[in-house]
């Protein structure tokens, strides 16, 4: 009876197998796990189903009844593999499961897909029985090919096996891992300038400024306009503040796609020091200004401009005025002059 059940489980993995290779060279293929659902970028995240009838033991006869896998890669970084399998010996008996976690990729490997969506990449992972670790950092081998097939290969020879576990592509994320961590970073640096405009520190710049950064607000001046980097973000603020010591950037939204973010805020303060040629006329701001930072691979600002409320701004400081007294009370209206902003 024993040897039935094996003659049928080995059928069927064959079958199976079958299919998994048909469908690999088959380029048509539009089922769950076709290739096109694993992209060739340096930085994706994909999961998929263990294959089922796979021995994962030859001596003791156990092998995978199902499972599921999952992996994240960031710019050939792969930051998380992890399976979890259901096992039981042949006859039925024994169930129980296995687990991979913890895979740490050597220091010298770089995971990417080719082309033809197939790579390699080689590491250590912990093993665990029922959810205990029970083998740690065994050195271990993960693939896919044609962006169908994964397999995985930890080297427990001293147990006297070396066993190959397949996998089978179900999906990929569409939201990159890489690009929501680029995503959370440019969020944080909109939030660390608005910190650095509120409380005037400015002596952790170069974590959210790159060397490169280019403010294309500095430009109308001929001076300012030459600054790059850190140190054109720190006269920025010195200057803001020395004129408005009291300056509150509120935020009121960020938004981040790829590598933009969009920061929403209202601004306030004192106008009580020279705002560069304008001399102080202790009155009150409040305007809106869309702050658009474009963010670098390091998770720094480039790049930045702003869409501000600037006839609001220079109309509290008393810039500008009504061009005839008949549009006086509109431009109040318009730009919150009628409300005892100004002193």
Do not use: C
Not at 22 to 41: G, I, M
Not at 252 to 281: C, K, R, Y
């Amino acid at each position: 009876m024993k040897q039935v059940i094996k003659k049928v489980r080995v059928s069927l993995l064959v079958t199976v197998l079958s299919m998994v290779f048909l469908l690999v060279w088959n380029n048509n293929s539009n089922v769950l796990f076709a290739t096109d659902q694993v992209t060739n970028s340096p930085t994706f995240s994909i999961k998929g189903t263990m294959l089922p009838l796979t021995v994962i033991n030859p001596i003791t006869d156990e092998y995978i009844l199902a499972g599921t896998w999952n992996m994240d890669v960031n710019q050939g970084r792969v930051t998380n593999f992890t399976a979890d399998m259901q096992v039981e010996l042949y006859d039925g008996s024994n169930p129980h499961s296995h687990q991979f976690l913890n895979f740490k990729q050597a220091a010298n490997e770089v995971f990417a897909l080719t082309a033809d969506k197939i790579g390699e990449i080689r590491g250590t992972m912990d093993l665990g029985l029922n959810n205990t670790i029970v083998h740690r950092n065994v050195d271990t081998n993960i693939t896919i090919y044609r962006g169908v097939v994964m397999s995985v290969t930890p080297d427990i020879t001293d147990l006297g096996i070396e066993p190959t576990i397949y996998g089978l592509t179900e999906s990929q994320s569409n939201e990159s891992l890489g690009q929501k961590v680029k995503e959370d970073d440019g969020i944080n640096a909109a939030r660390q300038v608005i910190n650095a405009f509120n409380t005037g520190n400015v002596s952790n710049v170069s974590d959210f400024i790159s060397e490169q950064y280019f403010n294309h607000e500095s430009q109308i001046d001929p001076i300012r306009g030459q600054l790059r980097g850190p140190t054109e973000f720190v006269d920025t603020v010195e200057n803001n503040r020395i004129a408005f010591p009291d300056l509150r950037h509120n935020e009121e939204a960020i938004i981040a796609q790829d590598d933009m973010v969009v920061s929403v805020i209202n601004v306030t303060g004192t106008h009580t020091g020279n705002f560069f040629i304008l001399p102080p006329t202790e009155n009150e701001i409040s305007y809106d200004a869309v702050h658009i930072y474009r963010i670098g691979e390091d998770g720094k600002i480039v790049e930045h401009k702003a869409i501000r409320d600037d006839l609001t701004f220079l109309a509290q400081l008393g810039v500008i005025e009504p061009s005839s007294p008949e549009f006086t009370p509109f431009f109040q209206v318009l730009t919150g002059t009628g409300t005892g902003n100004r002193t």
